[in-house]
């Protein structure tokens, strides 16, 4: 073997190969010519299954920035609200007044645990939808499929 071709394997062992186009994949099953199969409409199908794969991962990416978004805003208001305890430790009040912002400071973490636990489950409801209105569509296309038989 060569020193180019242990180049080029080792530098294609990651690498995913190319995927065929849907015309490739039209003009393959063409070639078998087989009884019965609409291609376009095979093409058309993959098609629309891939087009819901994006649309499930754009939602899933939108809902994962609002929650990093979410998250960082709540990460600075609690340290303000840290800032403003550590403050006010020295004033009049000290301890009763120290454990009410303790108390109030667990309050405000599970509301927030909450709110950020709602976010990921919209988030991650809107994907799981747009792949079930898909996979509800292929259901329906294979019954129309059988019923003309």
Known sequence: MTASRK????ASVGAWPPLPSAEDLGQLVERF??????????VEWQRKDFEALVEAN???VEGMKSLATRQGEILQET???WQGAIGSVGGT???????ESVQRGIGQALENVRELATLEAAARGKAWKVMQDRMQDNMA???KLLQGR
């Open 58 to 60: 754009r939602q899933a």
């Open 141 to 143: 296309n294979l019954q």
């Open 93 to 99: 009040g000290g301890a009763a007044s120290g454990a």
């Open 79 to 81: 340290l303000a609200q």
């Open 7 to 10: 180049k080029s394997d080792s």
């Open 33 to 42: 010519k087989l009884p019965g199969v609409d291609v376009s409409a095979l």
